[in-house]
Each structure stands twice: as structure tokens, then as C-alpha cells.
């Protein structure tokens, strides 16, 4: 509410991450053990998690993470933030992990090789948490392979997911997927061909997944019949084709310049509206130079002094275009001042979203009271806008036109009565929406108190994101999905008690969002859930549930009881959330 010191939103990016890795993934731990306690197939940690965010609360102490402290203030605070992490993900993991053992997967297809002596248990141990990933060790065997794919929000999902496959001794080019129904699911290798990681061979696969609110679906990796006897043809074909810089789906269609790869046109199919200023410079990433006369480089922001768009002597790497996949992406990279960018552009199929995957190699040099230098992505829109929506706590906000930096909890969008844009990310909090233009500061090397805060591999993403309809719940959504990804564990073919898809509970009616699954603090086998009402309405709230509801009510922020019981019909819950509110409820089961 209060802009004086716009640099705390971006300082410290490594800092920002982790704090916004920390709040999300501690979510989604919290989540997924109360799925497993309702399940009754491990005990809730309270203890656990009480650690873990007791770091990242001290953390958020003044001076750390608005990233204005010390160099051993830094280095500090990342410590907390591993501890954090490592409970978290431990949680997660083992809460996943005792779910899965009780799901039925005796249906899964009988096609094991002969010779059955394989490496691949045990595979895949700390791969991907250098990108802050749950580890997905291979817990699988043979030909046919489980997955089991968590949601760990409110909404149906229907997306790609991408699982590892380890030391899989099958035809790659004959590997399907099916669900527990038998049914194929589209699937595609983002591999050409087999990765190594400590002795183990593995490729990266997208599952289309359809997973329910709060609960999981169970998938098969195998292989299928030969139907052709293979013939070994040249892998490149004697044609010239026009190179295509064009993502494309049933929904959008986003077109990067050949010359600068700038983002040109993103095109809403179905409306046929135009997001980008055609004449603009487009989307694209930019190196700032700031104003350091008002001193405090980590506290303030400086006037744009200098923009230097990062079009020139791009080199495309990777195009990978077909309409009818998965996902389509191009890749380029290129130098800049003394740093360099790695960057992935993506489309999944059926999605509206455009994501940035981008690793920045950060060697700028800031000179103390002379200039500071910042990397951020600005996207220069089509049309009008005099309002600007971002996210905050349990809500959102609507904010003028500004020329500075101001924060949102994942998101910026510009809206107006007939829809707009989003720009979204999981790991930055400073955004501008100014003149009809959407931007986020990626990286800032501010010069005090530490004098080198920003240096080395810096990774970030982001989205580009339609709206089409503007109203603030469906903002959150959009926010929620990109931030709260599915997750994959590997699964072995078992008998058990428990379908291979179910939902734990979910939300049959009213408009809310949920900030909170957790298991009560002074008796873990009761679960609270938190929800805030976002659209300026009250809201009549349905809650379902797997398991019967025996009593429910409100509690405050300490779980302490404070209404009469709500009530509950069967396996449902009701009760009444005032506009813009928010209201914790606890159920006993």
C-alpha cells in the first residue's frame, strides 16, 4: 500500500525466489499430508511444518527478505530457506509416497521383458532439485511403469505433466500412455534421446493428466505392439521449408519477430482480438540502466535513464513446431552487456498461456551512486487500460496507471469490460502496468548494503496469459494453476484398497479460494481449511468431501472456536462467506 521503497519488491532475486518457492511449496506440502491423513495412510508432522515456516517467517523480518541486508544477511537467510525446503519436500514426498502404496494398480498391462535384472529403482535421487523440483525417484521396473499425479489445488486439471522416466528398456518410439480406464492419453518426449545422471539413463515425458480438485489419477507407461517392421531412413529430409516463428494451439496463436524474437503478436482465437501493440516493440526482454541519485539502491528504483531492448545477435537453438503436440517451444540465447540469456519459449496444447523459461547468466557490473543496471520483460499492449489488477493477500487490488515498480503476489493484469492481459510469474513480486504496457523486473544489482547481490546462474519464469473474462476470481485461478503445478510420483503395480482416481474434497458451489489445507494443530486428525472470498460478493459455500463430515465450524487465525456448528448434510459442508472475507473452518471427521 505504501510505494516509498519500490526496490524491496526485486532485490535480492535469489532471496525473492525462495521465499516465493517456500510459501507455495509449503502449501502444497501441507495439502497433500492432509490428503494422506484423511487417507490414514501416515500421521500429520505438525512439528515439522511448525520448523519450516518459522525460517521463512523469519525471513520475512525487515531488512531480509525486502533483500536491503548484508552479505551474511543473504547468506543466512538461503540456509533457512534449504532447511525449509528439505522439510517440506520430505513431507510432500512421504505423504505421496504412503497414498500410492494402497492404490489399486493390479490393471496396469503384464508386458515385462524376459530378462527382468534392471538399475532403474532407485533412480533419479536429487535430480531436479536444483530447480527447486520434488525429487521423483524411479520406484519402477520393466516395460510398464506407474504414475500417480497429484493436484494439489481446487481446480480440475487438465494439462501436460511432466514426469522423468529412468532407465526405461523399452523402444522409445512405440512408448505409450493410458489411463487406469485403458484408455490412451496423449503424451510426447521432450528428449530426442536419453539424458545421464549418475550412472542412470532418463527422459524427460509430458502425460496429458486429468486430475480432480484435491485428489490424484493414476497413470501406465508401456509399450505398445509392433505394428511395422522398422526401416532405417535418413533422419533429415532435402526440402526447404520457411522457417515458422509461430506458437499455435485452438486458443492462441503467438507470433516471435525472425529478426529480434520479440514477442509480435499474440492473437485470442477464438475472439479474434490482438493483445501487442503492433507498432511497438512487442514483448521482449530489456537492460535498464537507473538513476541512483536518490541513493539506496536496494530501497528505490531509479528513474529509467537508459532501455535497451535485447533483440541483436540471437541465436535460435531449438524449434520444435507442430500443432498437433503436447507442446511446442522455441529456444534462443544470446549475449548482452557482460551477461547472457538461455530462453525457452512454450506453448502447451489446449492452453492459453505462453511461458518463459529463462536462465540468465548475470555479470553486470553496478557502479555505487553511478548507475544500477535491471533485466525485465516488458510487453507493450494493444489496446487502452485505466486500471490494473494485482494479486495480494486474500484478495486482490485494483491500482491506476503507474510509471514505478508495485507488487503482486504472482501476478499484474490489464483489464478493461472486455477482458485483457496477464503477465504472471511463480519467483518475482515487482510488476508495472504504466501506458498501456505490462512489465516485471527479473534482476536488479543494487549496490547497498551489498554491493553484490546479483551474480552468476539466475533462472526465472514467467506467463503470458489471456483474459478473457475479467472478474477477480478468475484471475486467481489463473494465478493459483501456474504457481501450484501437479506433481508426479513413480508408483509400482500392486493390489490395494484405494481407485487409482479420486478427489479427497473440493468446492461444489460458490465462488471462493483456498489459501490453506492443513490438519489442526492440537489434534491433527481434524482438518482446517482456509478461504478468502475474492470478488466483492457474498458467497454460499458447498464443500464436498471423500470422507463424512461429522461436525464442522468456524475458528479464527489460532483454530480457536468462535461460531455454532455449521451445517453438514451427508458428505458436505455449508456455510456463508462475507464479501472480500476470510474464514478459516474446521471439520471433524
Known amino acids: 500500500m505504501n510505494f516509498v521503497f519500490t526496490g524491496c519488491y526485486t532485490s535480492q532475486s535469489r532471496i525473492k525466489k525462495a521465499n516465493k518457492t517456500l510459501e507455495n511449496r509449503l502449501y502444497d506440502s501441507e495439502v497433500l499430508s492432509s490428503m494422506a491423513t484423511i487417507e490414514n495412510t501416515r500421521h500429520y508432522n505438525p512439528g515439522k511444518f511448525f520448523g519450516a515456516w518459522e525460517k521463512v517467517l523469519f525471513n520475512q523480518f525487515h531488512d531480509i527478505l525486502p533483500g536491503s541486508g548484508v552479505i551474511d544477511t543473504r547468506e543466512f ?54 530447480r527447486h523440483k520434488l525429487p521423483e525417484t524411479e520406484t519402477g521396473r520393466g516395460i510398464s511403469r506407474i504414475r500417480h499425479i497429484f493436484n494439489p489445488t481446487q481446480f480440475t486439471r487438465n494439462e501436460p505433466v511432466e514426469t522423468t522416466l529412468w532407465d526405461w528398456p523399452g523402444d522409445l518410439e512405440r512408448l505409450t500412455v493410458m489411463d487406469h480406464e485403458g484408455n490412451l492419453v496423449p503424451h510426447q ?8 545422471y549418475w550412472a542412470h539413463d532418463y527422459v524427460r515425458l509430458l502425460i496429458t493428466a486429468e486430475i480432480p480438485p484435491f485428489g490424484y489419477s493414476t497413470y501406465c507407461i508401456t509399450q505398445s505392439e509392433m505394428k511395422d517392421i522398422p526401416v532405417s531412413l535418413p533422419n533429415w529430409e532435402r526440402l526447404m521449408d520457411k522457417d515458422s516463428y509461430i506458437l499455435e494451439n485452438d486458443r492462441i496463436r503467438a507470433e516471435l519477430d525472425p529478426c529480434s524474437l520479440a514477442l509480435k503478436s499474440l492473437r485470442d482465437k477464438d475472439g479474434g482480438k490482438e493483445l501487442v501493440d503492433p507498432k511497438g516493440t512487442g514483448g521482449c526482454f530489456n537492460l535498464v540502466d537507473e538513476d541512483t541519485t536518490k541513493g539506496m539502491s536496494s530501497w ?41 540469456l538461455k530462453v525457452t519459449v512454450s506453448l502447451d496444447k489446449g492452453s492459453d498461456v505462453l511461458v518463459y523459461d529463462t536462465e540468465c547468466d548475470w ?55 472486455r477482458g485483457g492481459v ?46 478473457k473474462e475479467p472478474g477477480s476470481f478468475n484471475l486467481q485461478e489463473a494465478g493459483i494453476k501456474f504457481l501450484h503445478a501437479p506433481v508426479a510420483i513413480s508408483g509400482l503395480v500392486r ?30 486428525n481434524d482438518m482446517i481449511v482456509r478461504v478468502y472470498e475474492p ?20 475458528t479464527d487465525i489460532n483454530e480457536t472456536e468462535e461460531s455454532d456448528d455449521l451445517p453438514v448434510s451427508g458428505n458436505t459442508v455449508m456455510f456463508g462467506v462475507e464479501a472480500s472475507a476470510t474464514r478459516s473452518i474446521r471439520i471433524i471427521f
Open 77 to 130: 537467510a538461503m540456509g533457512n530457506y534449504q532447511y525449509a525446503l528439505a522439510a517440506a519436500n520430505s513431507e510432500a514426498s512421504g505423504a505421496m509416497r504412503t497414498i500410492a502404496e494402497n492404490i489399486d494398480t493390479s490393471w496396469v498391462p503384464k508386458l515385462e521383458m524376459t530378462d527382468c535384472r534392471t538399475i532403474s529403482e532407485g533412480a533419479g535421487v536429487g535430480f531436479g532439485l536444483d
Open 189 to 196: 518426449l521432450l528428449d530426442k534421446k536419453p539424458g545421464h
Open 300 to 340: 528505490v528504483v531509479g528513474r529509467y535513464k537508459k532501455v535497451t531492448p535485447i533483440c541483436e545477435n540471437l541465436v535460435v537453438t531449438e524449434r520444435h513446431i507442430n500443432t498437433d503436440a503436447v507442446r511446442q517451444w522455441i529456444s534462443y540465447k544470446g549475449n548482452f552487456g557482460n551477461s547472457s
Open 363 to 417: 555479470h553486470e557490473k553496478a557502479e555505487h551512486k553511478v548507475t544500477v543496471q535491471q533485466l525485465n520483460y516488458s510487453i507493450a499492449l494493444s489496446q487502452s487500460y485505466d486500471k490494473y489488477v494485482y494479486d495480494i493477500p486474500m484478495g486482490t487490488v485494483e491500482r491506476p496507471s503507474l510509471g514505478h515498480d508495485v507488487p503482486g503476489l504472482s501476478y499484474a493484469a490489464a483489464v478493461n469490460d
Open 422 to 467: 496477464m503477465l504472471v510469474s511463480p519467483d518475482r513480486y515487482g510488476f508495472r502496468g504504466n501506458d498501456d504496457s505490462l512489465s516485471i523486473t527479473l534482476v536488479r544489482n543494487s549496490t547497498n548494503p551489498d554491493p553484490y547481490p546479483e551474480s552468476g546462474i539466475i533462472r526465472f519464469r514467467f506467463g503470458i496469459a489471456f483474459v
Open 495 to 524: 493390489e490395494g484398497s484405494r481407485e487409482p482416481r479420486t478427489s479427497l474434497f473440493g468446492i461444489s458451489k460458490g465462488n471462493v479460494c483456498v489459501s490453506a489445507v492443513k490438519m489442526a494443530e492440537e489434534n491433527p
Open 535 to 554: 470478488t466483492g460478493c457474498d458467497q454460499e459455500i458447498i464443500m464436498t468431501f471423500k470422507k463424512t463430515p461429522v461436525r464442522a465450524f468456524f
